[in-house]
């Protein structure tokens, strides 16, 4: 698989090159469109438990279809629900990547991708605790809610970011979680900041410019009240 981008960064389209019979699974709804000749599975991978879990904890969705090039090959166009960038993530047997909630649009045939408890920093944190794990060989196209930021930290290089921007981490790193302003909840809460990672390198981690959570805030904030 060979990804291409346009559009972006404000409003990325992914299209994904696949070669002659080349699969390619694609999270429900992010397809835009695709190359004459390409067939569409939808099932639950790896099961309808593995389904449910994916929907209920990951909070993606209980099907995943599954875009197959035709003899002659083809390509695929997927976005994200939100406005914004997207990135192809090379994943290698040696380096799997936790992926938050909402971020995952497709991934080619090698990798394997399943939910996973991400530690009671992200369910603390406010990002659900559960999100995917992506292993194996290939590369998993990632959406994100307004600009992308990728920080590759060198060993024992530091770097704090709010919970609700991170939208992938390289699971051999090192990170904890806790409050903004520590051990004062009130001065969290008067900063408008409630919990933060603190990552430590070697390793890679995304970030997205825009917090989907504050929007939703937002706009719920907006609604006139009854």
Avoid at 11 to 38: D, Q, W
Avoid at 49 to 77: C, H, I, N
Avoid at 183 to 201: A, C, H, T, Y
Wanted: hydrophobic share 45%; charged share 15%.
């Amino acid at each position: 698989m060979q990804v291409q981008l346009r559009h972006n960064p404000a409003s990325t389209v992914a299209r994904c090159f696949l070669a002659p019979s080349e699969p390619l699974r694609v999270e429900s709804g992010a397809m835009l469109a695709h190359s004459p000749g390409v067939q569409l599975q939808a099932k639950a991978e790896g099961g309808i438990m593995a389904g449910l879990k994916r929907s209920v904890l990951a909070g993606e969705s209980f099907f995943v279809t599954t875009y197959t090039a035709p003899q002659q090959g083809g390509w695929v166009d997927v976005a994200a629900a939100l406005p914004g960038d997207a990135f192809a993530l090379p994943i290698t047997p040696d380096r799997p990547f936790f992926l938050n909630r909402g971020g995952w649009l497709a991934s080619s045939h090698g990798v394997e991708v399943e939910s996973k408890f991400g530690g009671m920093a992200n369910l603390f944190g406010g990002e659900g605790g559960f999100g995917l794990r992506a292993s194996g060989n290939g590369e998993v196209v990632l959406g994100v809610y307004g600009a992308i930021d990728v920080v590759d930290l060198q060993p024992g290089e530091p770097i704090t970011i709010d919970t609700g921007h991170v939208v992938a981490y390289d699971l051999a790193m090192n990170f904890t979680m806790r409050r903004a302003v520590q051990g004062r909840s009130i001065q969290s809460l008067k900063s408008g900041e409630g919990f933060v990672f603190d990552f430590v390198g070697p390793g890679r981690v995304l970030l997205q410019t825009r917090n989907p959570s504050a929007f939703a805030s937002w706009i719920i904030g907006m609604v006139p009240k009854s």
